[in-house]
């Protein structure tokens, strides 16, 4: 752990909090400041010409950077606003004919997506308990599955390889949100011949919102032709012609004009990613699960988060009652955490992160759900100490 903590002063934040929602929106890099400032210099003296002296490319350059972490080849990523266009570009290939065009996904599916395939008219949804669920319910009528890589309530990593397997025999292909995963959990979608793959930066790769990444199999992408499109995915945008004559490789999924400043923005995250390693951070993330979920055991509290480490992502989740209340005075206390319903409190730490700062966030939250804590009784006063590296 000790050369992690070398990384600690890069992120602001860490100073004045015990900061566990890095699972939600990660600790920002003191250097997406200066990559925001260099946008705005560029566009402050070099005006339209900066169009031309590198914004045009970066959806594809960012993306490149994107492909080293997540396995992908050079050319296979394209950067998009949010997940949900994302995937919206890919459902757009495809149009519902004949008997294939089941959807099926899980349960634990995270919402934006769902209401996306829900919406979609002319498919038919399928929607599995689990993984073990989707993978029996794929068939010969099945077109797409977009299924997550980590849980968003749980932390659960789900069996990809199965229903890779599982969808390729039958024709279907395999849509994977790798959000929760990307960036603390290690990632080959080239080796987990997975057919697209979409996620973010918000989180994990701490590269704040606005940057999305969509990855398409190369050999399938010179096939598809999305309907939700823009001039960035022209062969020859600048030539203003008519019709649409898509661009090779990932270009032809771009859309219309790029979120320039996010994608500098984000490219600060990745760098510390990069030059940490998700290995790395797999490794240190597992000995900080493991931790956490030894002292809720200590202290009676229970967890919905998965105990083998090989199905456990980067995310503990706290069974608590008056979980809404309980997160909330933890932030009152510089604890930053979040919660869901049904799930209870999510903590997630990343690689840097002291242990002793855990230890700090389960000792009050047990003081905070203790029946003399509870709301509306009197509370123990915060303490003003915080663990510091």
């Given at each position: 752990m000790g050369d992690l903590l070398g990384y600690r002063d890069r992120f602001p934040i860490l100073a004045e909090t015990t900061y566990l929602i890095n699972h939600s929106l990660g600790a920002m890099p003191a250097a997406v400041e200066e990559r925001?400032?260099?946008?705005?210099?560029?566009?402050n003296t070099?005006?339209?010409?900066?169009?031309?002296?590198?914004?045009?490319e970066l959806p594809l350059t960012v993306g490149d950077q994107v492909a080293r972490i997540v396995g992908a080849p050079p050319g296979s990523v394209s950067m998009h606003q949010n997940v949900t266009i994302a995937e919206a570009i890919v459902l757009s290939c495809f149009e519902p004919g004949g008997e294939r065009r089941r959807i099926v996904y899980e349960e634990g599916n995270f919402p934006s997506v769902r209401y996306l395939y829900q919406a979609a008219p002319g498919f038919e949804v399928v929607v599995a308990p689990d993984d073990e669920g989707v993978a029996e319910a794929i068939d010969e009528r099945t077109l797409l599955v977009p299924v997550t890589h980590v849980l968003y309530k749980t932390g659960e990593i789900q069996d990809v390889?199965?229903?890779?397997?599982?969808?390729?025999?039958?024709?279907?292909?395999?849509?994977?949100?790798?959000?929760?995963?990307?960036?603390?959990?290690?990632?080959d979608v080239t080796a987990l011949g997975v057919d697209f793959a979409v996620g973010?930066?918000?989180?994990w790769l701490c590269g704040g919102p606005g940057a999305a990444w969509l990855y398409v199999r190369p050999e399938l992408a010179e096939r598809l032709e999305p309907a939700l499109t823009g001039w960035q995915a022209h062969a020859r945008p600048f030539a203003f012609e008519p019709r649409q004559d898509y661009a090779d490789g990932a270009a032809r999924f771009l859309t219309g004009t790029p979120n320039v400043p996010a994608l500098y923005a984000a490219t600060a995250g990745y760098d510390v990613i990069e030059e940490v390693g998700v290995a790395r951070i797999r490794e240190r993330s597992l000995e900080q699960t493991t931790l956490l979920l030894e002292l809720l055991d200590e202290h009676g509290l229970e967890s919905g988060t998965p105990r083998d480490p090989a199905r456990r992502g980067g995310t503990v989740a706290v069974r608590v009652a008056d979980h809404e209340s309980v997160c909330s005075e933890l932030a009152a206390r510089e604890i930053i955490c979040d919660s869901r319903p049904d799930v209870g409190l999510r903590l997630g730490p990343h690689f840097f992160n002291i242990d002793?700062?855990?230890?700090?966030?389960?000792?009050?939250?047990?003081?905070?759900?203790?029946?003399?804590?509870?709301?509306?009784?009197?509370?123990?006063?915060?303490?003003?100490?915080?663990?510091?590296?």
């Open positions: 925001v400032l260099e946008y705005a210099r560029a566009w070099r005006g339209v010409r900066a169009w031309e002296e590198g914004w045009w390889e199965t229903i890779v397997a599982r969808a390729h025999e039958q024709g279907a292909l395999v849509v994977l949100d790798a959000y929760q995963s990307a960036g603390t959990v290690p990632l973010g930066s918000v989180k002793d700062e855990l230890r700090h966030a389960v000792e009050q939250i047990v003081e905070l759900t203790r029946p003399a804590a509870r709301p509306g009784a009197p509370r123990t006063p915060a303490p003003s100490a915080r663990p510091r590296a």
